[in-house]
C-alpha cells in the first residue's frame, strides 16, 4: 500500500476533521469522532486525525496515479472549507510520503 501524508497547522482541527467526513458521507463510507475519522473511497482511503494544533492525514492507495487524485480531493476540499468559514483562514496542505507496507 502506498501512503502519503501531511499535517495541517490550524486549531479547527476537530471542526476540519467533522465537515470532511460529513461531506463526503454523502457520497462514500464515512466515519468520524471528535478526533479521529476515515473516508474510503474506490481511489484509496484517507485517515483523519485531530490534535489542538493540526490535522493529521493520511492517504493510502494501491497506486501512485489514485494516491495522487485522492491527496488532491482531499486537500482542495480542507483548504476551500478553511477559506470560507466564518473565521477564514489559508491552509497549507503538505505531502510527505509515508512509509509503504
Known amino acids: 500500500m502506498l501512503t502519503k501524508i501531511?499535517?495541517?497547522t490550524t486549531v479547527h482541527a476537530g471542526r476540519y476533521l467533522v465537515r470532511l467526513c460529513k461531506h463526503f458521507s454523502h457520497k462514500v463510507p464515512a466515519e468520524w469522532q471528535d478526533k479521529q475519522g476515515q473516508i474510503t473511497f474506490s481511489m484509496g482511503v484517507c485517515r483523519l486525525q485531530a490534535s489542538n494544533q493540526s490535522l493529521r492525514l493520511r492517504c493510502e492507495s494501491d497506486s501512485q496515479d489514485n494516491l495522487g487524485r485522492l491527496g488532491e480531493v482531499i486537500a482542495s476540499?480542507?483548504?476551500r472549507f478553511a477559506e470560507g468559514a466564518?473565521?477564514?483562514e489559508v491552509l497549507q496542505v503538505v505531502w510527505e510520503a509515508g512509509q509503504n507496507g
Request: cysteine-free; proline content about 0%.
Open 86 to 88: 466564518r473565521d477564514r
Open 6 to 8: 501531511a499535517d495541517v
Open 77 to 79: 476540499h480542507l483548504v
